[in-house]
């Protein structure tokens, strides 16, 4: 159907489309923060959500706001424009705003950080060692104190010096320790993402939930919710391999000390990044849609 004054690649959504989308977007937030709320009411700590929502700087509310990204208008929509990222055409149509420079430009990194991650092929041989660096001859001052060492604290030294250490993102490397930054392979910087990063890595997969999160209103409020779904499993796969014993909140170990395990986080990591492609595909055509408006 040609509708007067929308573009022709735009998908025009009545009332009767959006709103049942955006509420049901809405329960969707809620319920993923739920847990969250539950757990900051009593001061019980958790590994995996925790993690997600305070190493990534969005409130829990963040995820319940609704955005159907660029390439959108919407029918009867004015209610919606007491959100700032909205505004009114002159047909009448409510879409999002359009980014200003800067924003392009935050938006242009994200997209290119995706398409260079996308076009090279995954490294699995890290065996999750990052957390394991991240307490190396430290034990006493680890980040999740209060958790204890499966390997104990010279064990977990022993497996460090044991095997190979090449991790590519940056925003892990920075927490090794300083006894452990040497043993890396890498010298991941923040200069350095477009060339290191791979699809292979947890953490990697991780911040797609970041880059949809900071893209937003241009990117789907949906997409959004999946790639925090998807750093909840990696998040929780992240923990699995690590040094510490996360069986009392039923995190089984995977066990990278050995053959076995190494080869169980091996299929972990293929499936991650098989999961990932479809979401990072995504994101990218959200991106490339939103550098494609102009600027207003």
């Not at 009392?248 to 299929?267: D, K, N």
Request: charged letters at 25%.
């Amino acid at each position: 159907m040609t509708v007067p004054g929308v573009q022709s690649a735009e998908v025009v959504l009545g009332p009767e489309a959006w709103r049942p989308r955006r509420d049901a977007h809405q329960a969707r937030g809620a319920a993923l923060g739920d847990a969250r709320r539950q757990r900051a009411a009593t001061a019980t700590r958790e590994p995996v959500e925790d993690f997600l929502f305070t190493y990534y700087p969005f409130r829990l509310s963040a995820l319940q706001r609704w955005t159907p990204g660029v390439g959108v208008a919407l029918v009867d929509a004015d209610e919606l424009l007491v959100d700032g990222r909205f505004q009114r055409g002159a047909d009448g149509y409510v879409r999002v705003v359009a980014p200003d420079e800067l924003e392009r430009s935050r938006l242009t990194f994200t997209r290119d950080l995706c398409v260079a991650v996308a076009g090279r092929p995954a490294f699995l041989g890290c065996f999750g060692l990052h957390e394991w660096a991240m307490v190396y001859q430290q034990a006493a001052e680890r980040r999740h104190q209060g958790w204890p060492l499966r390997l104990g604290s010279e064990g977990t030294d022993a497996v460090v010096r044991a095997l190979p250490i090449r991790c590519t993102h940056y925003d892990a490397f920075r927490f090794f320790t300083p006894p452990a930054r040497p043993l890396n392979k890498l010298n991941p910087d923040l200069d350095g993402r477009l060339v290191n990063e791979q699809p292979g890595c947890v953490h990697v997969t991780m911040d797609l939930y970041k880059w949809a999160m900071k893209s937003a209103p241009w990117v789907p409020a949906e997409l959004a919710a999946d790639c925090f779904e998807l750093a909840r499993d990696a998040r929780s796969v992240d923990m699995r391999a690590s040094p510490y014993d996360f069986s009392a909140v039923g995190l089984a170990p995977i066990c990278i000390e050995t053959p076995e395990g190494r080869s169980e986080y091996e299929q972990e990591q293929r499936r991650l990044t098989k999961k990932a492609e479809p979401l990072r595909a995504r994101l990218i055509t959200s991106l490339n849609g939103a550098l494609s408006v102009s600027v207003q």
